[in-house]
């Protein structure tokens, strides 16, 4: 029975919504950092073939379409930290510069998001990655197989997540030392 709250045909827009969602926030990187120059046809161009290639890859579209509920919950989020700062009297000016001058906020930020990024890779690649890493006795001789075995090994994960920590840890160090 439909209901007025039924609202399963946006489904069927996703595309359409991923499109011009790659498209805007493309362009908008590539206006802000500058990376192409001041050409703004270029950078329409750029952004263009970019969320074509989204929409050409269907494993994309259910990326973004997952990562984005999770985006818009953590911007809403610090949105509402920075409000409850400002109704404690801080200015905006004091809130963005101690933002933007903390290492450990925007490390935070961005694990948080590459933490977000994992998780959707793992929902919609995970299948596939479980078909490379799970040892099949039929087919030894596949180096893929072989390969995604050694490299998804949780021996080697653990060094990998080790070793990145302790580069974090001395980039850490070394700049507030210095």
């Given at each position: 029975?439909?209901?007025?709250?039924?609202?399963g045909?946006?489904?069927?827009?996703?595309?359409?919504?991923?499109?011009f969602?790659?498209?805007?926030?493309?362009?908008?990187?590539?206006?802000?950092?500058?990376?192409?120059?001041?050409?703004?046809?270029?950078?329409?161009?750029?952004?263009?073939?970019?969320?074509?290639l989204?929409?050409?890859?269907?494993?994309?579209?259910?990326?973004?379409?997952?990562?984005?509920?999770?985006?818009?919950?953590?911007?809403?989020?610090?949105?509402?930290?920075?409000?409850?700062f400002?109704?404690?009297?801080?200015?905006?000016?004091?809130?963005?510069?101690?933002?933007?001058?903390?290492?450990?906020?925007?490390?935070?930020?961005?694990?948080?998001?590459?933490?977000?990024?994992?998780?959707?890779?793992?929902?919609?690649?995970?299948?596939?990655?479980?078909?490379?890493?799970?040892?099949?006795d039929?087919?030894?001789?596949?180096?893929?197989?072989?390969?995604?075995?050694?490299?998804?090994?949780p021996?080697?994960?653990?060094?990998?997540?080790?070793?990145?920590?302790?580069?974090?840890?001395?980039?850490?160090?070394?700049?507030?030392s210095a």
């Amino acid at each position: 029975m439909a209901s007025m709250l039924d609202i399963g045909i946006l489904e069927y827009f996703i595309p359409m919504f991923v499109f011009f969602f790659v498209l805007v926030i493309v362009w908008a990187l590539l206006e802000k950092t500058g990376f192409f120059g001041e050409n703004k046809a270029i950078n329409w161009i750029i952004a263009l073939c970019i969320a074509l290639l989204f929409i050409v890859v269907p494993e994309l579209i259910d990326i973004v379409s997952t990562i984005t509920p999770f985006f818009v919950i953590m911007f809403i989020f610090l949105i509402l930290i920075i409000l409850v700062f400002m109704f404690m009297g801080y200015k905006g000016e004091f809130i963005l510069e101690v933002i933007t001058q903390n290492q450990m906020i925007t490390w935070t930020i961005i694990l948080i998001s590459m933490g977000i990024l994992a998780y959707a890779v793992t929902l919609v690649y995970g299948d596939q990655v479980h078909a490379i890493t799970s040892p099949d006795d039929s087919d030894d001789g596949n180096l893929g197989n072989v390969v995604g075995q050694i490299l998804f090994h949780p021996k080697v994960l653990g060094v990998s997540i080790i070793l990145l920590m302790a580069a974090l840890i001395v980039r850490f160090v070394s700049s507030s030392s210095a």
